[in-house]
């Protein structure tokens, strides 16, 4: 269990603290929450980058071709870069804002729910109303996604063992009966306590990663590559939202990012222009542009929602490539129940602060997934719409909101351009939240029907 509360040590020297791009988060003392911040088990620089990698490199990587197909070379690449970039800067603004309330109120640490509910009632007398509301949302909605894309990998690691069970002469399986097999391993995973035992899992998922690209580059390099003009026009204006979702998805791990700095050994070096976050997440924005481009390029207007499927169903390597990304993905299913369990236990630990209820929270974060799997295993979907609203709401417009709050009310620049930002953050936020809503929607009736 994770011990995170303020120490008692006497203050350190003064540090200042910037805001990433511009702006100051600078107090009036000295105090540094850093400095009073007490990890049971910390994770150092590299393990917290073995995390994140692994945390953000998922199932959303291998639909990145798909993602190029809708948008076209050129304006896929440069939307990648940019909502990367956006996507960076939004957790940048979070982490740093829960870092200026802690400041204020002299406190080590405050989880997202708690930061979010003290920023707003000190911030702007009009949102003060609303303190209360947008913590329980906090958690209901990141709750709701870590849930969900648990869910999600249960079905991607049952049909890729299913297919290759039927490949080695194994007759048919039903995906249910698959994942209803991994029950036992994955639930006894999710009891591991800390992140600190849980690296050595994402360093092999890391591995087994870096050797399921190497398969997929081999199909891609194999052949000559045609490249048509075709491929550097966008498809429609309706695959906009799509592709934002698709990226986004890909790319926003805001539980995870949270869990991780949380328990960093120097946290300090985890925000910045220059900082492990920034770092890490330009390698995994580059990573995703190279399979986005040259996974379109070989296979054009053939390509389907994740490039496993393109490979050649008869070949042992393409069947090595998908039990890799399955290893991949369920080596990562304890790290993201992990932040399904650090949401839930926090709420319950005050009234039964037992290691029973710890374990039995722990289980239950873990089960959930496996009943919604079993229920319906063809989730995409309904996933992709809680996606849509989860991400667009907790990763995005939250972020800028606890900003305008954290600033308020002389801090916002000359222009007040920072609060412009913000703002323009969360309109951009709003249009990804109902366009994915609403495309999702669509392939939902589509799917039923």
């Not at 791990?253 to 770092?279: C, D, H, R, W, Y």
């Not at 054009?300 to 929602?305: M, N, Q, S």
């Not at 063809?378 to 992709?384: N, Y």
Request: aromatic fraction near 12%; charged fraction near 15%; include cysteine.
């Amino acid at each position: 269990m994770l011990h995170i509360y303020a120490a008692t040590t006497p203050e350190p020297k003064p540090k200042t603290r910037g805001w990433p791009f511009g702006g100051s988060t600078s107090a009036t003392d000295d105090y540094d929450p850093h400095e009073h911040r007490v990890v049971e088990k910390p994770t150092t620089y590299g393990e917290t980058m073995t995390h994140m990698v692994k945390g953000c490199v998922g199932a959303g990587l291998l639909a990145m071709p798909n993602a190029m197909y809708r948008m076209g070379l050129i304006i896929g690449v440069l939307g990648v870069a940019f909502l990367g970039m956006f996507a960076t800067y939004c957790i940048q603004i979070l982490v740093l804002g829960q870092y200026a309330i802690c400041k204020k109120n002299k406190v080590g640490y405050l989880s997202y729910p708690k930061s979010m509910k003290l920023a707003l009632e000190s911030g702007p007398p009009v949102l003060r109303w609303s303190a209360n509301i947008f913590a329980v949302a906090v958690d209901v909605l990141l709750f709701g996604w870590q849930i969900g894309v648990c869910s999600v990998f249960l079905v991607f690691v049952a049909e890729n063992l299913r297919q290759f069970i039927e490949f080695c002469g194994g007759g048919v399986m039903p995906v249910r009966i698959v994942i209803l097999s991994l029950y036992p391993i994955l639930v006894t995973a999710c009891l591991i306590k800390d992140l600190k035992k849980l690296a050595p899992l994402s360093t092999f998922s890391n591995g087994c990663n870096a050797f399921g690209l190497v398969l997929i580059f081999f199909y891609l390099v194999q052949d000559d590559i045609v490249i048509k003009e075709s491929m550097f026009e966008m498809k429609s204006f309706y695959d906009i939202p799509v592709y934002i979702g698709i990226v986004l998805y890909a790319l926003e791990a805001v539980g995870v990012i949270l869990a991780l700095e949380s328990n960093m050994e120097k946290p300090k070096e985890f925000t910045g222009v220059f900082g492990l976050f920034s770092i890490g997440m330009t390698i995994i924005v580059i990573l995703y542009t190279i399979l986005g481009v040259f996974g379109y390029m070989k296979y054009g207007d053939d390509i389907k929602a994740s490039i496993t499927l393109n490979l050649p169903q008869d070949e042992k390597k393409a069947h090595a490539a998908k039990l890799l990304f399955a290893a991949t993905i369920l080596t990562s299913y304890p790290l993201q129940n992990f932040v399904a369990w650090q949401i839930l236990w926090p709420i319950m630990q005050k009234k039964y602060p037992s290691s029973t209820v710890d374990y039995g929270i722990r289980v239950l974060c873990a089960s959930i997934p496996f009943a919604m799997a079993v229920a319906a295993p063809t989730l995409g979907p309904i996933i992709g719409l809680v996606g849509s609203l989860c991400l667009s709401t907790a990763a995005i417009m939250f972020p800028a909101v606890l900003d305008i709050c954290v600033l308020y009310p002389d801090k916002y620049g000359p222009g007040s351009y920072k609060l412009l930002s913000d703002i323009m953050i969360i309109l951009l936020g709003g249009f990804c939240c109902f366009s994915g809503v609403y495309t999702s929607m669509l392939e939902i009736v589509e799917t039923l029907s």
